[in-house]
């Protein structure tokens, strides 16, 4: 299990991960989403249960299963749907900004 760990350690991207893997993947989605399939992988991870129990074999295969579904959550959704990270969470994918935002900050730039 720790060989296993130690290489995953040394990965850094969601290309690399996939690589690792072995999973098949469309360059395109992964380029739009790398951070929110990495974050949706970590999240499946924290809530598996048992994946200290397994060998490093069957433990592979489990973390391959968590990533493919990591990836596939965003062939078919898109980030402000799956509302991985808090600012989507927080505003529904959308941003709103009032147009007297807009002119105090205005007013706050012309000042400096």
């Known amino acids: 299990m720790d060989g296993l ?10 290309n690399e991960f ?4 072995g999973i098949d993947y469309d360059e395109r989605v992964v380029h739009v989403n790398r951070l ?3 974050k949706r ?3 499946y991870l924290h809530r598996a249960e048992g994946l200290d129990a397994l060998d490093e074999v069957e433990m592979f295969r489990r973390y391959r299963e968590m990533l493919v579904q990591a ?12 509302k991985v990270f808090k600012v989507f969470q927080d505003t529904d994918g959308k941003q709103h900004v009032t147009v007297d935002a807009l002119r105090s900050s205005l007013s706050a730039r ?3």
């Open 5 to 14: 760990i130690q290489k995953l350690k040394a990965l850094s991207s969601a």
């Open 18 to 21: 996939l690589d690792f893997f």
């Open 36 to 38: 929110h399939i990495l």
């Open 41 to 43: 992988f970590y999240q």
């Open 71 to 82: 990836y596939q959550d965003f062939t078919a959704s898109s980030a402000a749907q799956e």
């Open 110 to 112: 012309r000042a400096a």
